[in-house]
């Protein structure tokens, strides 16, 4: 097996049935699944009291530039927080987009009436999915990985995802690739040993054919430099087949853990990718998925994808032509997420819920990963949010590993 095959063979969890992690000198018990009938019993002696929100910032590193089609992204958004509190005293909170008046009938409810331990969160209170996972993490004293079955590996591999076109920055004065190594270096430095890499210079911010060039000598440099790291390349669909294949034959020696979005998903194109990468011995995995261009009507099993998109990608993925989605953690729900997660391992799919740019939702990822398996890796954010303690979790050797703290383990201060 060689340094890819492993890498790869340890991002597909292959020691999931682990009976400890070792994290530095601290052995670490996995958790058992959560008893349900018991679970139910104790969720329903607890009522919701209140209901608080609050805006939380997020700070990276350092200025996150563009892509193939979007500008920058800034040094970190902010996002509201709903902090659940039961009449016992129990807290939960976590991201939550719902306004005061939709959140404020479910007040005076039994937690039980709003949460399952094996369906996860009813339908009609699902603006409060992800408090509701803590809050019941907190009264039963379990991570949530715990209350989704702990079927997964508790130490799974991070990537940054916040490898830009920092080449480019600032615009008056370019730092050229010495600017994307530096950045790849501070999160090196932060514990990631895997880096996806934005490509697609070419669609928007330079000329076609000095923007694959230049998206070809970034990718070799990062290999040159970081020769036992992942390197993922994300095109955001801003390639074109043709194209794609000529940056692929041009770092074909590079060993790409995967190729995420490399132009708007189609059978034909991607069948020619397929066979050019096999012919070049190109082993990279095809990642896809996370940009809708249409929503769904009404939310379903697969949250606010349309029924088209799903069917696309499965009918891809049937073919062999989609290796991993990577459907956004958001858009589908964590509810949902916990739902759809057999279908997918029932059709040899792997998944890697898309999480940029909320700091938070990498480890909520990680618990959804360690909970009900099938997640190949986790998409990181370099960064803190402000008010919000994430030491409970740790990064080993490129690996995140699963806490077990009550609920997803972060504490506000």
């Known amino acids: 097996m060689d340094r890819r095959e492993f890498l790869q063979a340890m991002a597909f969890g292959c020691v999931a049935g682990q009976e400890t992690v070792n994290a530095g000198s601290t052995e670490q018990k996995v958790s058992i699944p959560v008893n349900s009938k018991f679970a139910r019993k104790l969720l329903s002696e607890h009522r919701i009291q209140k209901i608080e929100t609050r805006l939380l910032q997020d700070r990276y590193p350092r200025l996150v530039g563009r892509n193939a089609r979007l500008g920058h992204h800034g040094r970190g958004g902010q996002y509201q927080i709903s902090i659940l509190i039961t009449d016992k005293g129990v807290r939960g909170w976590g991201m939550s987009h719902g306004p ?103 669609f928007k911010w330079m000329p076609r054919e000095e923007g694959i060039k230049r998206d070809i000598e970034v990718t070799r440099a990062v290999r040159e430099k970081y020769p036992d790291c992942l390197i993922l390349v994300d095109a955001n669909d801003g390639y074109t087949c043709k194209d794609m294949m000529r940056y692929l034959s041009a770092v074909a020696d590079c060993d790409l853990f995967w190729v995420e979005e490399p132009f708007p998903e189609n059978r034909d194109d991607l069948l020619k990718l397929k066979e050019h990468m096999a012919k070049i011995g190109c082993k990279a995995l095809i990642a896809d998925g996370e940009t809708r261009t249409e929503r769904s009507e009404k939310w379903w099993r697969y949250g606010g994808y349309s029924q088209r998109h799903i069917d696309t990608l499965f009918a891809l993925a049937e073919e062999k032509l989609v290796d991993v989605f990577v459907l956004d953690l958001g858009i589908v729900g964590f509810t949902n997420w916990r739902r759809i997660m057999p279908e997918l391992e029932q059709s040899g799919v792997k998944a890697s819920p898309h999480t940029w740019g909320w700091i938070p939702r990498p480890f909520y990822v990680a618990q959804l990963a360690a909970g009900v398996g099938n997640v190949i890796i986790v998409e990181g954010i370099p960064g803190k949010t402000e008010g919000v303690d994430y030491s409970a979790y740790k990064l080993v050797n490129g690996q995140i590993v699963v806490p077990d703290e009550p609920g997803f383990g972060l504490k506000l201060v």
């Not at 939709?102 to 005076?108: E, L, T």
């Not at 699902?126 to 079955?149: C, N, S």
């Not at 916040?162 to 430095?189: H, M, N």
Request: hydrophobic share 40%; aromatic share 8%.
């Open 100 to 202: 005061d008046e939709q959140v404020k009938k479910f007040v005076g409810l039994q937690v039980s009436e709003l949460f399952d331990i094996e369906e996860g969160t009813n339908e009609d209170a699902l603006l409060l999915d992800i408090p509701l996972h803590d809050l019941a993490g907190a009264i039963l004293g379990a991570p949530v990985y715990a209350l989704l079955g702990a079927k997964g590996p508790r130490k799974l591999p991070i990537y940054s995802g916040a490898i830009y076109f920092d080449d480019l920055d600032p615009e008056d004065k370019p730092r050229g690739i010495e600017g994307v190594l530096t950045s790849c270096q501070q999160d090196y430095e932060a514990g990631y040993r895997a880096f996806k890499l934005k490509i697609g210079r070419g």
